[in-house]
């Protein structure tokens, strides 16, 4: 059965989001007058309480880029289930040869986990998890299966609910 994840508009939550540039990628294109230069960015919002959005766009000006996908990062705010400061379960997911593994952990840990996983995650709200990031190291791709990670956590009372198991 397949879940729906629900997508928030930023102005309907009330929190401030916090708005970070993770990646940006220079392309050139050998055109008969010389080079001619775009620029793609990939931007992460999140309000540490559970909502993050992230948006990716590519223009001919850096400042563009960042305005484009700090847009499209708004318009895509999903949330995901915590546990205090950590997240409820382990999980794995692959994402185009990006494989992110997320593991839950005391408090007190951190967040133990590369560059742009660990931005993430902080933006997210999670502050206390051990991640490891293998196969593919684009960013992008790392983004994306640490996201789809996230939004396929489930609340451990909910399921236990659905199972008909008395939590004690």
């Not at 397949?2 to 540039?21: G, I, P």
């Not at 775009?38 to 309480?49: D, M, Q, T, W």
């Not at 997240?87 to 742009?116: C, F, N, Q, Y």
């Amino acid at each position: 059965m397949k879940q729906k994840r629900t997508v928030h508009k930023a102005e309907e939550l009330e929190s401030k989001f916090e708005e970070k540039v993770l990646y940006i990628n220079r392309c050139s294109k050998v055109v008969k007058g010389g080079r001619k230069f775009s620029f793609s960015a990939l931007i992460l919002i999140g309000n540490k309480e559970g909502y993050i959005g992230f948006g990716f766009a590519k223009a001919n000006e850096v400042s563009d880029a960042i305005r484009k996908g700090t847009e499209a990062a708004r318009k895509n705010v999903f949330f995901f289930e915590r546990e205090g400061t950590t997240i409820p379960h382990e999980v794995e997911m692959e994402w185009d040869g990006a494989r992110v593994l997320l593991r839950p952990a005391p408090p007190g840990t951190g967040v133990i986990a590369g560059s742009k996983v660990r931005s993430v995650l902080e933006l997210g709200g999670v502050f206390d998890v051990v991640a490891k990031s293998s196969g593919s190291n684009n960013p992008l791709n790392q983004v994306h299966a640490t996201l789809r990670a996230l939004f396929s956590l489930k609340n451990r009372e909910e399921t236990m609910k659905k199972r008909g198991v008395v939590a004690v």
